[in-house]
């Protein structure tokens, strides 16, 4: 256990093997972990939980980690030495508690630059629990860690009061620690420009800009120079043979293969699950995942979100939320699910209610995103800065929309600012292969189900009926073929999948842009409707919907008028 | 050291540094300033402010926290002597 952002993840990661996303920003976690290591002779359980300041939590995600503390037996307290004065706080009231306590003194190698010096017998005297200096991000003193564990004890049960503690937290500082003056680094001057209102605003619509620009391009040249090529040159020919010995039609021919016409294999189009159920996960999809966690990963780790949070927080006000819900938003751009998670970090459940649903309409995951990029990027970068725009123009209307009607205040921004750092690229690399694993193993046996599910459902002519039936709205009101239906339907499984369903439909590009854009809005994808169920509980969940629904029908009809 | 003003920290400008004298707000609030390092007797530096009532940052303990404005209307800090 530890305050947010002292590393208590990585140190984690280095006592268990096991991987978990640790990033420079405070509540990087908000669910837990478990792990395990090797005490001795004997298998041990670790226990990752969120950040806290305090026993006494102000977030979903410091709930967790106070529920956690009860069911330990030893707790390792990661502490921030290049600011050991407030985190002792916390390893004060850890002490208070029936449960014996190890503390591990993380960043130390920060201390020294920083013009720090702590006594640590000293402090090991004074709190009466052992305290190893660790740098966890490299692995120094972990092994000691873990060597201190069996020997940690349970000190003084003495329980204070709040300004008791400050007072002892006093004392303890003015004996162990010394700091020394030294100069302002250059990582701080960019940490107080990025700020700052003028230099600030510069800063942001520059990082956001480049990283847009690096997204695109790793994402473009990968698809270009590799995906496709391999696609074209190696998959297809082996798709043609196969479709010569499946007898080149038929119901398991058109499962496994899709349509074929002259002699040419059509990735987007065939529909198959060899041909498009391949290709929309590793030749379209993938290589934007990777290029956008690479980003996100560089982004995180320099610590450059919590800025943002401040540049953000007025707008964000508007909306109802504080400027911190823009890291849960960022982060739905890569995937809903963990967006929806991440908004534990904030305190009140109507923040959570309106960050989740707007995150949930209007913030398109990188699955989607690819698909827009590729099908109607085809027609031109315009028509991508159309469905871009008006889910931004959504998220701002329907943000003032929920402030206004959704009953409560919004709580005002308080968070503390990390230091820059420089990421490691070892660290950088590991976490952005957690989440292209992640999105591997959970949507990879989703995108081929939905392909499965969508031609047996031909076969069975469901979505003829369903087409008949739903045709006066998709026709009518949203100006797409009725054919377009079964897009929507699919899009409950996965979005990207659905948006390939328009793309054999012939549609033209204002088509296309409402397609993508209702698609975007209109229901959560089955995944994230889950988290959603999970975290917002049923009547929350289908206000939630509702307001989906409602959104994406009028927003969806409006376009279809304008275009 | 210091000139004896007193000014919320909503009210300081950037640059400006003081000791924090008071904390107005229950319990709950000076819980969540104080396990950030933000407590009576701290000298603080207010190191930027957002335009429109944003959020307001200061560096304490050789740490950065953002503020809040409402917040930061709360917290009276007592301004150091200004060397002319």
């Given at each position: 256990m530890g305050s947010p952002n002292v590393g208590k993840s990585v140190v984690f990661s280095r006592l268990t093997g096991v991987h978990v996303i640790a990033s420079?920003?405070?509540?990087?976690?908000?669910g837990y972990t478990r792990g395990f290591m090797k005490l001795g002779e004997e298998r041990a359980e670790v226990i990752d939980v969120p950040g806290t300041y305090?026993?006494?939590?102000?977030?979903e995600a410091e709930e967790v980690a106070s529920r956690m503390?009860?069911?330990?037996?030893v707790v390792i307290n990661v502490v921030n030495a290049t600011n050991l004065e407030r985190n002792l706080y916390l390893t004060l009231q850890l002490l208070e508690r029936d449960i014996p306590v190890v503390v591990a003194l993380n960043m130390?190698?920060?201390?020294r630059h920083r013009g720090i010096h702590i006594d640590l017998d000293k402090l090991r005297e004074l709190l009466g629990v052992p305290v190893i200096p660790t740098v966890a991000v490299t692995g120094q003193g972990i092994k000691e860690l873990v060597e201190s564990i069996p020997n940690a004890t349970l000190p003084d049960t003495l329980v204070r009061s709040r300004d008791e503690r400050w007072t002892t937290i006093g004392s303890i500082i003015d004996q162990v620690q010394r700091v020394t003056h030294r100069h302002h680094t250059w990582q701080e001057r960019l940490g107080d420009a990025s700020v700052k209102p003028l230099t600030g605003g510069i800063i942001a619509l520059a990082a956001l800009a480049s990283a847009f620009m690096v997204i695109r391009l790793i994402g473009e040249s990968l698809i270009g120079y590799v995906l496709e090529p391999l696609f074209d040159n190696l998959w297809a020919p082996v798709i043609l043979r196969l479709s010569d010995l499946l007898g080149g039609g038929g119901f398991l021919h058109d499962i496994v293969i899709g349509k074929i016409a002259?002699?040419?294999?059509?990735f987007v189009e065939s529909f198959g699950l060899l041909t498009t159920g391949l290709f929309v996960p590793f030749g379209m999809v993938l290589p934007y995942i990777i290029a956008f966690y690479l980003v996100l990963g560089l982004l995180e780790d320099i610590g450059y979100l919590p800025r943002l949070a401040v540049l953000m927080d007025t707008i964000m006000h508007r909306l109802?939320?504080?400027?911190?819900a823009i890291i849960p938003t960022l982060l739905g751009f890569g995937c809903n699910v963990p967006a929806v998670l991440a908004?534990?970090?904030?305190?009140?459940k109507r923040e959570r209610f309106i960050a989740a649903t707007l995150i949930s309409i209007a913030i398109p995951c990188a699955a989607l995103q690819a698909m827009i990029l590729g099908l109607v990027g085809q027609h031109g970068v315009q028509y991508v800065a159309i469905v871009y725009g008006t889910l931004f123009v959504v998220w701002i209307i329907l943000g003032i929309i929920m402030n206004r009607a959704v009953k409560g205040f919004s709580p005002e921004l308080l968070i503390e600012i990390p230091p820059y750092r420089l990421p490691s690229w070892r660290a950088v690399l590991q976490k952005l292969w957690m989440r292209v694993y992640g999105f591997l193993v959970e949507a990879i046996p989703i995108i081929l189900g939905a392909v499965l599910v969508i031609n047996v459902l031909y076969f069975l002519r469901v979505f003829d009926a369903i087409a008949n039936v739903t045709a006066p709205v998709v026709?009518?009101?949203?100006?797409?073929?009725?054919?377009a239906v079964t897009a929507i339907v699919i899009g409950f499984l996965r979005k990207d999948v659905a948006l390939g369903?328009?793309?054999?439909?012939?549609?033209t590009a204002e088509q296309l842009v409402v397609g993508s854009v209702v698609l975007a809005m209109f229901f959560p994808c089955i995944a994230t409707f889950v988290v959603l169920l999970r975290e917002l509980g049923v009547v929350n969940l289908l206000k939630a919907v509702g307001i989906m629904i409602i959104a994406a029908l009028v927003v969806g009809g409006i376009l279809n008028l304008i275009l | 050291m210091s000139d004896g003003r007193r000014i919320t920290l909503a009210r300081m400008q950037t640059g400006q540094s003081g000791t924090i004298v008071q904390i107005q707000g229950g319990h709950g609030l000076i819980n969540r300033f104080n396990s950030l390092g933000?407590?009576?007797g701290k000298r603080i530096t207010k190191a930027s402010s957002m335009i429109m009532r944003g959020p307001v940052t200061i560096e304490v303990d050789r740490a950065q926290v953002a503020i809040g404005f409402g917040m930061a209307r709360r917290i009276i800090v007592e301004l150091d002597e200004v060397i002319a």
């Amino acid at each position: 256990m530890g305050s947010p952002n002292v590393g208590k993840s990585v140190v984690f990661s280095r006592l268990t093997g096991v991987h978990v996303i640790a990033s420079n920003y405070p509540g990087t976690t908000v669910g837990y972990t478990r792990g395990f290591m090797k005490l001795g002779e004997e298998r041990a359980e670790v226990i990752d939980v969120p950040g806290t300041y305090t026993l006494e939590p102000t977030s979903e995600a410091e709930e967790v980690a106070s529920r956690m503390l009860n069911t330990g037996d030893v707790v390792i307290n990661v502490v921030n030495a290049t600011n050991l004065e407030r985190n002792l706080y916390l390893t004060l009231q850890l002490l208070e508690r029936d449960i014996p306590v190890v503390v591990a003194l993380n960043m130390w190698d920060d201390t020294r630059h920083r013009g720090i010096h702590i006594d640590l017998d000293k402090l090991r005297e004074l709190l009466g629990v052992p305290v190893i200096p660790t740098v966890a991000v490299t692995g120094q003193g972990i092994k000691e860690l873990v060597e201190s564990i069996p020997n940690a004890t349970l000190p003084d049960t003495l329980v204070r009061s709040r300004d008791e503690r400050w007072t002892t937290i006093g004392s303890i500082i003015d004996q162990v620690q010394r700091v020394t003056h030294r100069h302002h680094t250059w990582q701080e001057r960019l940490g107080d420009a990025s700020v700052k209102p003028l230099t600030g605003g510069i800063i942001a619509l520059a990082a956001l800009a480049s990283a847009f620009m690096v997204i695109r391009l790793i994402g473009e040249s990968l698809i270009g120079y590799v995906l496709e090529p391999l696609f074209d040159n190696l998959w297809a020919p082996v798709i043609l043979r196969l479709s010569d010995l499946l007898g080149g039609g038929g119901f398991l021919h058109d499962i496994v293969i899709g349509k074929i016409a002259g002699g040419e294999v059509n990735f987007v189009e065939s529909f198959g699950l060899l041909t498009t159920g391949l290709f929309v996960p590793f030749g379209m999809v993938l290589p934007y995942i990777i290029a956008f966690y690479l980003v996100l990963g560089l982004l995180e780790d320099i610590g450059y979100l919590p800025r943002l949070a401040v540049l953000m927080d007025t707008i964000m006000h508007r909306l109802g939320l504080h400027g911190y819900a823009i890291i849960p938003t960022l982060l739905g751009f890569g995937c809903n699910v963990p967006a929806v998670l991440a908004t534990r970090i904030l305190e009140s459940k109507r923040e959570r209610f309106i960050a989740a649903t707007l995150i949930s309409i209007a913030i398109p995951c990188a699955a989607l995103q690819a698909m827009i990029l590729g099908l109607v990027g085809q027609h031109g970068v315009q028509y991508v800065a159309i469905v871009y725009g008006t889910l931004f123009v959504v998220w701002i209307i329907l943000g003032i929309i929920m402030n206004r009607a959704v009953k409560g205040f919004s709580p005002e921004l308080l968070i503390e600012i990390p230091p820059y750092r420089l990421p490691s690229w070892r660290a950088v690399l590991q976490k952005l292969w957690m989440r292209v694993y992640g999105f591997l193993v959970e949507a990879i046996p989703i995108i081929l189900g939905a392909v499965l599910v969508i031609n047996v459902l031909y076969f069975l002519r469901v979505f003829d009926a369903i087409a008949n039936v739903t045709a006066p709205v998709v026709t009518g009101l949203l100006g797409l073929p009725k054919e377009a239906v079964t897009a929507i339907v699919i899009g409950f499984l996965r979005k990207d999948v659905a948006l390939g369903m328009l793309a054999p439909l012939a549609l033209t590009a204002e088509q296309l842009v409402v397609g993508s854009v209702v698609l975007a809005m209109f229901f959560p994808c089955i995944a994230t409707f889950v988290v959603l169920l999970r975290e917002l509980g049923v009547v929350n969940l289908l206000k939630a919907v509702g307001i989906m629904i409602i959104a994406a029908l009028v927003v969806g009809g409006i376009l279809n008028l304008i275009l | 050291m210091s000139d004896g003003r007193r000014i919320t920290l909503a009210r300081m400008q950037t640059g400006q540094s003081g000791t924090i004298v008071q904390i107005q707000g229950g319990h709950g609030l000076i819980n969540r300033f104080n396990s950030l390092g933000i407590r009576p007797g701290k000298r603080i530096t207010k190191a930027s402010s957002m335009i429109m009532r944003g959020p307001v940052t200061i560096e304490v303990d050789r740490a950065q926290v953002a503020i809040g404005f409402g917040m930061a209307r709360r917290i009276i800090v007592e301004l150091d002597e200004v060397i002319a």
